[in-house]
């Protein structure tokens, strides 16, 4: 109770400055109202020092309507494709054919 995805993230966050580990790359993806909270504390994040001055950051919501988040997904099969291509992009190798993790 009285908990939201925004403050969440915003204590996940805070808890990793404080350790001297500030997040260098976020993610985050959320189709409803309750993750419009977490979109808006990742805006304040990057403009509040508490992640890293280069981190690539990436608020995106599931389909077209308004939204806090910068990106828009039109449905769950472009979430997978996007998260597929990360995982790639992430560590070619281990995706090329016939390699094995």
Same mark, same amino acid.
């Given at each position: 109770?009285?908990?939201?995805?925004?403050?969440?993230?915003?204590?996940?966050? +805070?808890?990793?400055?404080?350790?001297?580990?500030?997040?260098?790359?976020?993610?985050?993806?959320?189709?409803?109202?309750? &993750?419009? &909270?977490?979109?808006?504390?990742?805006?304040? @994040?990057?403009?509040?020092?508490?992640?890293?001055?280069? @981190?690539?950051?990436?608020?995106? +919501?599931?389909?077209?309507?308004?939204?806090?988040?910068?990106?828009?997904? &039109? &449905? +769950?099969?472009?979430?997978?494709?996007?998260?597929?291509?990360?995982?790639? @992009?992430?560590?070619?190798?281990?995706?090329?054919?016939?390699?094995?993790?």
């Amino acid at each position: 109770m009285g908990a939201s995805k925004g403050l969440v993230a915003e204590k996940i966050f +805070t808890s990793m400055a404080e350790n001297g580990n500030q997040a260098d790359f976020v993610l985050c993806i959320g189709d409803d109202r309750s &993750d419009e &909270d977490m979109f808006e504390i990742i805006g304040s @994040a990057m403009n509040g020092g508490i992640l890293s001055s280069n @981190a690539s950051v990436f608020a995106c +919501t599931v389909g077209q309507k308004p939204s806090k988040a910068k990106y828009y997904l &039109d &449905d +769950t099969n472009e979430v997978i494709t996007m998260l597929e291509a990360l995982a790639v @992009a992430s560590d070619p190798a281990e995706f090329e054919a016939g390699s094995s993790p």
